[in-house]
């Protein structure tokens, strides 16, 4: 192993060490606020600052890029591509109003993750249909209620290194034209580069990470048989802008 990846393998525990470092030290408010949901929202405010101190101790900063500005007092479907467990930190940094992850069950269980996915984020197993019908109902409820959703909408990130764009879920489309949702696609193009997956594998190293926030896409005059129509549509916005 040379020098270069071995100084990588070390800056990757040093990302992991920063997380856990800020999660503990803010772990009594998180707990706090996740035993009532009318403090969700103050749950997701210290998130927003736990995801950016922990990410820039060890030097990873987010560069957002709008096509538009937007307009936070709207409630939103955010789907952006998703090639780094660095994208949860940026979103949560990106969405500066009330909201809230959709992710697999399995996160119910992690040691950061769990307290999150059992109170404010919404948990799912892909593999149940009644799991899923949950999932999907519990947010059209928070939506309804004007709380914004993050759903990556690969539903995973790939094997491939470089990464690829994988296939879209229908979910978050169907849910977005069922209630009237706007979509805002956002394409991230390097996040991989600082560091891949959960960055075990090829180690991470500072940088700045770029995402790219296309204007929504209105949902209001579609109905459910353009859901693949949508879905296509935001697949293309973002793979497009990945090899501008």
């Not at 020098?3 to 992991?16: A, E």
């Not at 109902?137 to 759903?151: F, H, P």
Request: with cysteine; net charge positive.
């Amino acid at each position: 192993m040379g020098m270069k990846m071995i100084l990588k393998k070390i800056h990757v525990y040093l990302y992991v060490a920063s997380v856990a470092l800020i999660y503990f030290l803010l772990w009594p408010i998180f707990y706090y606020c996740s035993l009532n949901p009318a403090r969700y929202k103050r749950m997701n405010q210290v998130r927003r600052h736990w995801g950016f101190i922990s990410s820039a101790i060890v030097g990873f900063y987010f560069r957002f890029e709008y096509e538009e500005p937007i307009d936070w007092n709207k409630t939103y479907i955010i789907c952006p591509n998703h090639t780094s467990n660095l994208d949860i930190a940026a979103m949560c940094i990106l969405v500066n109003s009330d909201c809230c992850f959709m992710g697999k069950e399995e996160l119910k269980d992690g040691l950061v993750t769990g307290l999150f996915f059992r109170s404010v984020d919404i948990a799912l197993n892909r593999e149940s249909k009644m799991s899923s019908y949950r999932a999907f109902k519990k947010a059209a409820e928070r939506l309804q209620n004007g709380t914004s959703m993050i759903i990556f909408p690969e539903g995973k990130i790939g094997a491939e290194y470089p990464p690829v764009l994988h296939e879209f879920k229908n979910g978050p489309f169907k849910l977005a034209i069922e209630l009237k949702v706007p979509i805002i696609p956002i394409s991230s193009s390097n996040t991989w580069k600082m560091l891949w997956d959960d960055g075990t594998k090829h180690g991470t190293r500072p940088g700045i990470c770029k995402y790219y926030v296309h204007m929504p896409i209105e949902t209001a005059l579609l109905t459910d048989a353009g859901a693949d129509e949508l879905r296509e549509r935001v697949y293309d916005i973002i793979s497009r802008k990945l090899v501008d």
